[in-house]
């Protein structure tokens, strides 16, 4: 297994994680806010669930796979981040088409969008960087 297809499994295990996080009580503030900053919903935990079990399967598949799992999910999940950073709306949980741009503090749209702006950031550094670097660019043999 290369570093690549393992570094899917570890997004495969963090995204298991944040699933299971999303049902620790203490974890929730007193209005249901995750750290205090946003919620997340069973439609959330499904896109969380469905990108670990993609993460997997590409690990598992082939290194090809997972390079593609890296790139693709990593330029979604990071459009998303900076799309809810500049507008206070993501759009993988339709939140710029329901609400729009939302005048909220910046430093609130900002740790509540931190999440996706790293983990996609480093998904796409994994797809498109660290992928190259390995190998060339090239699939191993």
């Not at 993501?90 to 609400?99: S, V």
Request: net charge negative.
């Amino acid at each position: 297994m290369t570093l690549i297809q393992k570094l899917a499994v570890a997004y495969a295990l963090m995204f298991f994680a944040v699933v299971g996080l999303n049902y620790l009580p203490f974890i929730h503030d007193e209005n249901g806010m995750m750290f205090g900053l946003f919620s997340l919903q069973w439609y959330d935990d499904v896109l969380h669930g469905f990108s670990g079990i993609w993460a997997l399967v590409a690990a598992f598949l082939s290194y090809r796979a997972s390079v593609l799992y890296f790139r693709l999910f990593g330029s979604v999940y990071l459009f998303d981040g900076v799309l809810g950073l500049v507008t206070g709306s993501g759009c993988l949980d339709g939140g710029i088409f329901y609400y729009g741009f939302q005048d909220i503090e910046f430093a609130t749209r900002f740790f509540a969008n931190l999440p996706h702006l790293l983990i996609g950031g480093i998904a796409v550094f994994i797809g498109f960087v660290l992928a190259r670097r390995s190998t060339g660019g090239l699939a191993p043999a």
